[in-house]
């Protein structure tokens, strides 16, 4: 039997007075791709930032045993840490701006990486780096590796992380909810990349990822951790097809059917309280009539610059777009392909050229609801003066307690409570901050809501929440939506009709 690459055995890990996880036990060897499943909250990184030596000194840790490539993690003194970081064990993270530095190129920041590592000549450690960009399908990587990060799309610098964590060949890698910001076919061919890679190379792979669809097709193994303790383990393929936990089920059920459009969808409360049965509609395209919106001849560029030569990048080109009431119009397509830059153009944020453009209602009526709510929100204020300010600006005739009530009631609206308006955004969950992202886009009375990618990085019980608030809002005030994402089973259930978009070749 050979030795495994990382061994906990019965590790229990507190915070404070909170035990995130309970009587853990994990073993992966060479070769051998695990996934570790479960939602936001669930304790599924904290073991992963242990076999780092990235915990928080704060963490009180009890273990029968916690073993990294054959050294005791409890005895690893820095040095040690720092040689195997990078070289033995490599982590990719889920939000690559975290791992790249915004005023350095793309293939400088990689070539550290080898520099730091290897005695490599300067033209060996380029080939390396664009032998592995292009591993990764990253279009024309000598371009990309004269790019910067703010340069590439979110699902690019999400690739060129993955790149500088296969740099070294290390025998562990841990990837933490990589594929997130990525569409489906990208996605696909990054975690069947890892896996070969685990395969060829006789490294070990620890994914950790909320969605248990995906990585049942890309693991070995499977552990489903619920509230920091494991609820069931096997073989990736018999959970998958036999799940026996009531939450392991609750995970699938969540995800949006392939066919038909049931509303609403399940949520995992239903399979803890033992309800699995809910009454449901067919959510139904309405009929044509005059578009609302109405786009001819769409063209979007971007002014770049390579070495001394400026040049256009032409992100959309001639895109036709019509929209009618009381519809949701699906744009889809992989990273970089302009379906968020046509949405920006729509609300004014993108400079555009078109043959026609006809909007039918008050354009400050169109609102848009950004994929990362926490940036979205200003982080020192409290809820109540964001949802406020919304409301200044479209309800300038309310009084200061009209404006009041009427926050309390979008909160309420979206799910959330009335008290939330004196907390700040750190005090929420990501899935509560988009619901907050939903409620100031309402607060204007829209007529028309971009979603711009608003459940990519949600765990999939929660998106199944998001999307069904989305369907009832859309119900209840008669909006229409474009609805913008790269997961195409998620476009399917929301749409009534798709527009898939291509990238334009450099």
């Not at 720092?82 to 070539?111: C, N, T, W, Y």
Request: aromatic share 6%.
């Amino acid at each position: 039997m050979p030795t495994p690459v990382v061994k906990l055995e019965h590790l229990n890990i507190s915070f404070g007075q909170k035990q995130v996880l309970h009587d853990f036990s994990l073993t992966i060897y060479p070769g051998q791709s695990l996934a570790v499943v479960g939602e936001t909250g669930s304790g599924k990184s904290v073991g992963a930032l242990l076999s780092m030596g990235l915990l928080d000194s704060k963490a009180k840790i009890q273990a029968k045993s916690a073993n990294l490539l054959g050294h005791s993690i409890s005895n690893m003194f820095p040095a040690l840490w720092s040689d195997i970081r990078g070289k033995e064990v490599a982590m990719v993270f889920q939000d690559p701006m975290s791992s790249l530095h915004p005023s350095i190129r793309i293939g400088k920041q990689l070539d550290e990486v080898l520099k730091r590592h290897t005695s490599a000549l300067a033209e060996q450690r380029k080939s390396k780096i664009l032998e592995t960009l292009a591993e990764l399908q990253l279009p024309d990587p000598e371009h990309t590796y004269s790019k910067y990060p703010h340069e590439l799309s979110g699902g690019q610098r999400q690739r060129v992380v993955i790149a500088m964590a296969l740099l070294l060949d290390p025998k562990l890698i841990i990837a933490d909810e990589p594929t997130t910001a990525l569409d489906k076919a990208v996605e696909a061919t990054i975690l069947t990349l890892l896996r070969n890679l685990v395969k060829e190379r006789g490294c070990a792979l620890w994914l950790i990822s909320h969605d248990l669809e995906v990585v049942a097709e890309h693991a070995d193994d499977v552990l489903v951790l619920f509230r920091g303790k494991t609820v069931e383990q096997g073989p990736a393929k018999d959970i998958f097809e036999h799940p026996q936990h009531a939450y392991t089920k609750g995970l699938l059920a969540c995800r949006p059917p392939k066919q038909g459009r049931p509303f609403p969808l399940p949520v995992l409360q239903d399979f803890l309280r033992g309800k699995t049965v809910v009454e449901k509609e067919e959510l139904v395209a309405p009929e044509a009539t005059d578009p609302l919106l109405q786009i001819e001849e769409l063209t979007i560029g971007f002014q770049r610059r390579k070495g001394w030569r400026k040049y256009t990048q032409w992100v959309v080109r001639d895109q036709d777009l019509a929209l009618m009431p009381g519809e949701t119009l699906g744009l889809i397509g992989p990273s970089g392909s302009g379906k968020s830059t046509i949405g920006r153009a729509i609300v004014g944020l993108n400079n555009h050229e078109y043959k026609h453009w006809k909007y039918s209602g008050d354009r400050s009526k169109i609102q848009f609801i950004f994929q990362d709510p926490y940036s979205a929100l200003n982080s020192g204020k409290r809820i109540g003066w964001a949802l406020d300010q919304v409301l200044r600006k479209h309800h300038s005739h309310l009084s200061a307690a009209a404006r009041l009530a009427k926050a309390k009631a979008l909160l309420e609206e979206v799910g959330l409570q009335a008290s939330d308006l004196q907390k700040k955004p750190s005090a929420f969950s990501g899935g509560q901050r988009q619901r907050i992202g939903i409620a100031r886009a309402l607060a204007a009375d829209p007529e028309l809501l971009i979603c711009d990618e608003i459940v990519s990085a949600l765990d999939v019980s929660v998106q199944a929440q998001v999307l069904n608030l989305l369907n009832g809002i859309k119900k209840n005030r008669g909006l229409s939506m474009i609805f913008i994402s790269h997961d195409p089973d998620v476009v399917k259930y929301m749409c009534d009709r798709i527009i898939e978009l291509e990238p334009i070749p450099s």
